[in-house]
């Protein structure tokens, strides 16, 4: 038999084996929780390390590519302090000049690509009506449109729902400062037309300030406006920049478009319909080379006239020029394998105060 004495040792023997088992449990639970906040503690540390150093790229990538529009507004005021001319023969038109230009900023790591295109190469869809007054259209810019349109339309394997007469009627009842029935012809529309579409919107009754208004302006169908299927929109041959100022606080369009830099498509807008084919010819034109040296001179606007095909066609002096004052910049720096991009619009103009060329800003959008 156990004697009292051998029970108690027994029963001391069991709860300290209890305490020690709890004491372990304990302890696991401590290194449990220990460790998960360790765990959830590294990766707070390492997201925000991460976070830090792509923030960190992210600055410095925007400013590499800030020093890329530098560059480029340094080689248009340049161009301007040589000559009042703006084709694709210059510098500033040409892709390796462009980037030796660039390539004179020492980055660290990383590169930078720039492109410079003329703005005035595209069609001001403003200047569909006469400013100020904002109520007539202008004769030559509709017969534009009218060429515009019906190439736009023949590129389409599928033709667009839509019309170009109503298109045109309603850009101009778009743009013109009045909002009564009385609608462009029979296919125009104002604010009540607009103002029955699921969502509902306002006509504008005043110029385009963003390129994407036009894509709400009746007829111009998501495809005609943004391309499709390999044909291009309307977006990439359109501009809304280049005001003038018409005297007493009050602004103009010109329209004129840069035969020197326009694209094809809006080379053939510009000429007959019936010669609108001859558009290839006056773009390769305006670059052939002998030699590395330009052949032809384009400086006048007139030269079209010297393109073999071309000697009896005449182009409206109201739509057509060689200089241009507006610039579309797009810089894209790189730098492990990340990109950022800016797209900046900028006026070139001669400061009142001091004489001096610069670009001005307009337009700065990070992509």
């Known amino acids: 038999m156990c004697t009292v004495k051998q029970l108690n040792s027994a029963k001391g023997h069991t709860v300290l084996g209890n305490h020690r088992g709890v004491a372990i449990l304990v302890a696991i639970g401590v290194v449990a929780v220990l460790l998960t906040a360790g765990l959830a503690l590294n990766r707070r540390v390492r997201?925000?390390?991460?976070?830090?150093?792509?923030?960190?790229?992210?600055?410095?990538?925007?400013?590499?590519?800030?020093?890329?529009?530098?560059?480029?507004?340094?080689?248009?005021?340049?161009?301007?302090?040589?000559?009042?001319?703006?084709?694709?023969?210059?510098?500033?038109?040409?892709?390796?000049?462009?980037?030796?230009?660039?390539?004179?900023?020492?980055f660290d790591e990383g590169s930078v690509d720039v492109s410079i295109t003329d703005e005035r190469g595209k069609i001001q869809v403003n200047a569909l009506v006469k400013f100020p007054e904002g109520q007539q259209f202008s004769a030559a810019q509709r017969f534009l449109w009218e060429r515009l349109l019906d190439q736009v339309f023949s590129l389409f394997e599928e033709v667009p729902d839509s019309d170009p007469n109503m298109i045109i009627n309603s850009l101009k009842d778009w743009l013109d400062h009045s909002d009564d029935e009385a609608i462009t012809g029979l296919s125009g529309a104002e604010s009540d037309y607009y103002e029955n579409l699921e969502p509902p919107y306002s006509c504008k009754n005043g110029p385009f300030d963003h390129l994407g208004e036009v894509a709400l302006v009746q007829g111009v169908t998501p495809e005609l406006f943004s391309g499709a299927g390999g044909a291009a929109g309307l977006s990439s041959l359109l501009t809304v920049h280049g005001t003038s100022a018409a005297g007493d606080d009050r602004f103009t369009f010109n329209g004129k478009i840069n035969?020197?830099?326009?694209?094809?498509?809006?080379?053939?807008?510009?000429?007959?319909?019936?010669?609108?084919?001859?558009?290839?010819?006056?773009?390769?034109?305006?670059?052939?080379?002998?030699?590395?040296?330009?052949?032809?001179?384009?400086?006048?606007?007139?030269?079209?006239?010297?393109?073999?095909?071309?000697?009896?066609?005449?182009?409206?002096?109201?739509?057509?020029?060689?200089?241009?004052?507006?610039?579309?910049?797009?810089?894209?720096?790189?730098?492990?394998?990340?990109?950022?991009?800016?797209?900046?619009?900028?006026?070139?103009?001669?400061?009142?105060?001091?004489?001096?060329?610069?670009?001005?800003?307009?337009?700065w959008q990070a992509e």
């Open 259 to 363: 035969i020197s830099t326009a694209e094809v498509a809006v080379l053939s807008a510009l000429l007959p319909s019936e010669n609108a084919d001859l558009a290839e010819a006056l773009a390769d034109y305006r670059v052939a080379k002998a030699d590395e040296t330009f052949t032809h001179n384009i400086s006048s606007a007139q030269w079209y006239k010297n393109v073999p095909g071309a000697g009896d066609i005449t182009i409206s002096p109201d739509l057509i020029t060689v200089s241009s004052d507006l610039f579309r910049i797009v810089s894209t720096a790189r730098h492990n394998e990340r990109t950022t991009t800016v797209n900046v619009v900028v006026q070139r103009e001669k400061e009142q105060a001091t004489g001096r060329w610069i670009c001005k800003t307009l337009i």
């Open 47 to 106: 997201s925000s390390v991460t976070g830090a150093i792509h923030a960190r790229e992210h600055v410095a990538l925007s400013e590499m590519a800030a020093s890329g529009v530098q560059a480029a507004m340094v080689m248009l005021v340049n161009d301007r302090k040589e000559n009042d001319t703006d084709t694709l023969q210059e510098d500033w038109a040409n892709p390796l000049k462009v980037a030796e230009m660039v390539g004179l900023i020492p």
